[in-house]
């Protein structure tokens, strides 16, 4: 804990926010430090350290071993999956690093060239995202459990020269054979890549193979080309040069490429690190999420590398690998003193384990924090876990376009009393106002959009790659002067924020953000569904899960039993396991208004058994009132 307050803090990050932002650049090392911290010359567009130079993977790695901290572990990859564990120590993982940029660079990758990485979570996830940032190229991490079409999309969109992925992955019910996946996207796909680079692991098909690449190519061994690679220094960039594009779901099926900045990112992390999470050199942070969504590249890898402390990469689940005491072994095992996860992890261990008894045997004494994100972390999670563990469960709120907590408790500033269903109060450099459908501030208490006025701050998106107009029109367009959260939620009035749910089509299941849009899109390709409109419902394991209702075209004759396991299959092979996409009913109309727009809102409301309220402009009110006995037991399933 820092001696600083959190209120002082927050009023200097307002009140001057060049100094305080100029301040906090001093915690990284900088090839040329910024003199300025904003350029704000073309609002609604805005650059932190506009004139700055660095390069983040020196940051993340050289100059700690430049501080003579080689020996120190920088990165624990613990495999409930294998049963195994394996360190690095910064000098080794510097090494492994410069070694794949060494070959990267024999593959033609030059600064500003894009990488696709997907990857399961193994520690070549971790170094093939330095390399790339060591050479001044971008990375675009795929999640795992996203099929070939999702893959897909990103690589026509992010346009990447080499692909980097790995023969397979581990799930507890089956093995992920990568390599036809990637070879379905690379097929189906506009865009041609030059390389790609395959980590082999044992056990899994590995098959050098030939493919259409631009200009022909093969995919090339990881090891194979380690052994002839010539280790390659940091390549210096701008700080306002992307360092990463990571997609995420928005409300329609098209994903959103998030493009965060070299330097404001590193400033942002660095500072998160000591007054957010409180954690520091030689200190152990465990982040048990995925290196393919936002929180994993955050504190999975650049935060904790950035800030010289000790990081856990975690292959397994909470639960089944083997049991619920997963997460006590690997805290006790690596000494791990903050932990961050999703709610939907404590849920499945509460499920499991409610009496928190398989974590008797572990000794948890090192550990200070459970940090939370992802999804709200429901008050009765929130006060189970606080009283099984007796240490701050801290529940923060954040986005992939933030990149980092837009609203959390303080811990390394002077830590707040904590509020069951609050993500405490906004981080400094967040300005953030409750308003309604106008763009009027609302009072304490009551529920409303949560806005952002721009600037944000270090850390946060730059703009949706290749896409000024896309950032403009997704966030900036609909309250003037702010950013758009797309979240809902109110301020009580001692200043706690509670952040209810989206105001969009975006859900999110078990952690993972999907969008119900590309999920209906996915469903509209069977040849029997006519329409068809895909809700989040409230799961008591997952958070939320997607519904599908689906009118299915004259004539067919299908049954409800095949549709529906015919659409689990569609779904899964065009987004993803992930999606876990199980219910399906088959109706005879689905609700709309005049004008042809499906009332996915009131459906969700019934689903939910909240109030709810039916648009004047309903088309024909008897087609919602067929539906509602078939929306109600949406919330009965079991997970
Ligand atoms: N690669 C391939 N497949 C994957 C995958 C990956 N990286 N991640 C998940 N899947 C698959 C699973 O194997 C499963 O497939 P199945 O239907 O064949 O069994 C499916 O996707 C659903 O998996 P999951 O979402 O993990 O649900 P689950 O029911 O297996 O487990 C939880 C439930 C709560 C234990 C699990 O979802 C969990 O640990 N969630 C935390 C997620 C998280 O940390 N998110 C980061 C947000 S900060
Ligand atoms: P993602 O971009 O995948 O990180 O998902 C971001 C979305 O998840 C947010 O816009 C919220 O809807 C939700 N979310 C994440 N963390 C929280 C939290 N702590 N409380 C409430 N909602 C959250």
Not at 277 to 299: E, F, I, K, L, R
Not at 448 to 464: E, F, Q, R, S, Y
Request: charged fraction near 20%; hydrophobic fraction near 40%; charge should be negative.
């Amino acid at each position: 804990m820092g001696t600083e307050g959190y209120a002082e803090t927050y009023a200097a990050s307002s009140e001057d926010p060049e100094k305080f932002w100029l301040n906090a650049a001093a915690l990284v090392d900088w090839d040329v430090p910024p003199a300025r911290a904003l350029d704000d010359s073309r609002p609604p567009f805005y650059r932190w350290f506009p004139d700055g130079r660095l390069n983040t993977s020196f940051n993340a790695l050289d100059r700690h071993v430049l501080a003579g901290h080689g020996n120190r572990t920088a990165l624990v990859y613990d495999s409930a999956m294998l049963g195994t564990t394996r360190t690095y120590t910064y000098a080794e993982l510097l090494a492994e690093v410069e070694t794949f940029a060494g070959v990267l660079h024999s593959q033609g990758i030059r600064a500003g060239d894009r990488v696709v990485i997907y990857l399961p979570m193994i520690p070549e996830a971790v170094i093939a995202m330095l390399a790339t940032a060591r050479l001044g190229a971008v990375h675009s991490v795929v999640f795992g459990g996203f099929a070939a079409a999702e893959l897909a999309a990103r690589i026509d969109d992010a346009r990447p020269d080499a692909v980097v992925t790995a023969s397979g992955g581990l799930e507890p019910k089956r093995r992920v054979e990568y390599l036809p996946t990637v070879a379905e996207a690379l097929e189906t796909a506009g865009h041609r890549v030059r390389a790609v680079v395959v980590a082999a692991r044992e056990g899994f098909a590995h098959t050098v193979r030939e493919f259409d690449g631009a200009g022909g190519g093969s995919w090339a061994d990881w090891a194979g080309l380690a052994a002839d690679a010539q280790p390659r220094g940091p390549v210096s960039v701008a700080a306002t040069d992307p360092l990463y594009i990571l997609y995420t779901s928005g409300t329609t099926g098209a994903p959103k490429g998030v493009v965060r900045d070299n330097g404001s990112h590193a400033v942002a992390l660095a500072w998160s690190m000591a007054n957010i999470y409180d954690a520091g050199p030689g200190q152990v942070m465990w982040t048990a999420s995925d290196v393919g969504w936002v929180v994993g590249h955050s504190y999975i890898v650049y935060g904790p590398l950035i800030a010289g402390a000790t990081t856990v990469l975690y292959e397994g689940k909470p639960v089944g690998t083997p049991d619920a005491g997963a997460f006590w072994r690997v805290a006790a095992e690596h000494g791990v003193e903050v932990l961050f996860t999703a709610p939907t992890a404590l849920r499945a261990i509460r499920r499991a384990d409610p009496e928190l008894a398989l974590a008797a045997g572990y000794d948890l004494s090192k550990l200070r924090t459970l940090f939370a994100a992802g999804e709200r972390l429901d008050p009765e999670t929130y006060r189970w876990m606080s009283d099984a563990l007796g240490i701050p469960v801290v529940d923060h709120w954040w986005q992939t376009e933030t990149g980092w907590a837009i609203c959390a408790n303080p811990m390394g500033l002077d830590p707040q009393p904590l509020k069951a269903g609050s993500p405490t109060f906004p981080v400094p450099g967040f300005r953030l106002r409750v308003v309604d459908g106008t763009g009027t501030e609302v009072t304490a208490g009551t529920e409303g959009n949560i806005v952002l006025d721009l600037p944000l701050p270090p850390g946060t998106l730059a703009t949706l790659w290749g896409s000024d107009e896309r950032y403009r029109a997704s966030y900036l367009q609909a309250f003037e002067g702010s950013y758009a959260t797309g979240d809902s939620g109110y301020v009580d009035e001692d200043g706690y924020v509670f952040v209810m749910g989206r105001t969009d089509d975006v859900i999110n299941v078990a952690g993972h953000r999907l969008s119900t849009g590309a999920i209906e899109q996915a469903v509209a390709k069977h040849p029997d569904v006519a329409e068809c409109a895909v809700i989040g419902v409230q799961d008591s394991l997952k958070g939320q899960r997607p519904c599908g209702y689906v009118v299915l075209k004259a004539g067919s004759s299908v049954t409800e039993v095949d549709i529906q396991a015919a659409l689990a299959d569609l779904v899964r092979r065009q987004i993803g396991p992930v999606a876990d996409f199980r219910d399906v009913r088959v109706v005879d109309g689905l609700p709309k208004t005049r004008s042809g727009k499906i009332l996915r809102k009131t459906m969700r409301q019934i689903a939910d058994g909240e109030e709810f309220t039916v648009p004047s402009t309903i088309e024909d009110r008897s087609v919602l009132d067929a539906l509602v006995p078939l929306l109600r037991p949406a919330v009965q399933r079991e997970a």
